[in-house]
């Protein structure tokens, strides 16, 4: 501090030994002195104008009531520095990270803080239990000391005779202070897995049961959904409240101080982290149960296997991944076999539905003309009548002009055949185009 007032960094004022501070242990390990200490204060913040000028002697600029500076009090009340922000971006150069945020307290609970009465409870448990072992473990003896003979040492070890005067299972009874009591091991472990919740250092011994009490399927997926769910946001507190704000100021330091090789501009950082081992497990369990509901052939179950085979830590993982994507692409000789084998398949199938359409066409002219054919038989025996008749008529005066109106009617028998016969044709015609 003397060498720093030297140099003109802080006032040249007088300063006296600090008081012992007794708030803060000392560190064991360190050799402690107790002359020639100066307690620091560092402020960063805001100090009104009027103590700050009074302070310094000097005029600040700007017209508000506040200035953002940095003060040095040593020993709590003597004022070795004080001086306008000289940073670019007028922040403070403080970064203060709170592990659990708790209303009303800066440093928040920090991890050793919320496991502390936990691993207290634990320590006392252990050691009572190893003090009331000594006692019950390790059998005593009663002994009835007047029948003992005069003098005697009485001691306990394998192969030392013992001398009574009398019967020595009347005289010498082993004697028990009482058994041990489960209760305090099952204390133990509950006290033990208290302390693994709290700091978040809970392994793979204790995540069954951590939640239903059973290692169910169920039970440690649930567990591990509320172990990672606590992970994810302390490591999101980590980056809003330390990262983001370190990362940002240590640029805008550069770019002040530095300002050729870090030019100023605007930078906006985003932070990319990567899966825990825990994480990285459970999200590959998650991906194989998916993977056992969807069949081989689907498409989606290369792309399962691949992002399994991704969260692995594999020696040779990006090899086995090129390979699965080189399988994954298609073949342009086996592509134009599986279009030449569908096209040929497409012809057959369409060839059968034509030789189906031509039997069905067949089948429906038969049938309509069989029906002409019976409409046609009454006009057939209708015309043989008509012969039958004028063979029998022999020469009669009146015979050529029977003949003749016989001849109209067999003209008028045939013209209405062939109109018959135009129905059929147009109707098989129709028939077909239907078809």
């Not at 802080?10 to 803060?24: G, K, M, S, T």
């Amino acid at each position: 501090m003397h060498l720093a007032q030297e140099k003109g960094i802080y006032f040249d004022v007088p300063v006296e030994e600090a008081a012992i501070d007794i708030d803060l242990e000392p560190d064991q390990d360190l050799t402690q002195y107790t002359d020639d200490k100066v307690r620091l204060t560092k402020y960063y913040g805001l100090v009104p104008r009027d103590l700050f000028e009074e302070a310094t002697g000097e005029k600040a600029e700007g017209n508000s009531e506040y200035i953002e500076s940095i003060v040095i009090v040593a020993n709590s009340g003597i004022l070795l520095k004080a001086e306008v922000n000289p940073y670019m971006m007028k922040d403070r150069p403080v970064v203060a990270f709170p592990w659990d945020v708790v209303p009303g307290r800066f440093w928040g609970r920090g991890i050793c803080e919320k496991g502390y009465n936990a691993q207290k409870a634990l320590d006392t448990e252990l050691r009572a239990r190893i003090d009331a072992l000594a006692l019950t473990v390790h059998p005593m003896l009663a002994v009835d000391a007047s029948r003992l003979p005069r003098g005697s040492k009485l001691e306990v070890r394998p192969g030392k005779a013992i001398l009574t005067n009398g019967n020595p299972s009347e005289i010498l009874q082993p004697f028990r202070f009482g058994n041990l009591d489960n209760t305090s091991f099952n204390q133990s472990a509950q006290l033990q897995q208290m302390v693994q919740m709290a700091t978040g250092s809970i392994d793979a011994a204790g995540i069954p049961g951590s939640i239903n009490g059973d290692a169910t399927a169920a039970g440690i997926s649930m567990s591990l959904g509320a172990i990672i769910k606590r992970h994810k946001r302390t490591l999101i507190n980590f980056q809003d409240s330390f990262l983001l704000p370190m990362i940002k100021k240590t640029a805008h330091r550069y770019m002040q101080f530095d300002p050729e090789r870090y030019p100023a501009q605007d930078f906006k950082f985003v932070p990319s982290s990567s899966l825990g081992i825990i994480a990285r497990e459970y999200e590959v369990t998650q991906l194989v149960q998916l993977l056992q509901t969807m069949s081989p052939e689907s498409p989606m179950y290369p792309l399962l296997i691949q992002s399994i085979v991704d969260n692995m830590n594999l020696s040779n993982r990006e090899e086995i991944i090129a390979s699965m994507q080189q399988a994954m692409q298609p073949n342009p000789q086996q592509q134009q076999l599986q279009q030449q084998s569908l096209q040929v398949q497409i012809e057959k199938e369409l060839a059968t539905l034509e030789y189906v359409k031509a039997q069905t066409a067949e089948v429906v002219s038969r049938v309509q003309q069989n029906q002409v054919e019976t409409e046609l038989l009454p006009v057939d025996s209708e015309t043989k009548r008509y012969a039958a008749v004028m063979k029998g008529l022999g020469q009669d005066p009146t015979e050529q002009e029977f003949n003749q109106r016989a001849k109209i009617a067999e003209l008028a028998l045939k013209q209405r055949e062939i109109e018959t016969k135009e129905d059929i044709v147009e109707m098989q015609m129709r028939g077909s185009n239907g078809n």
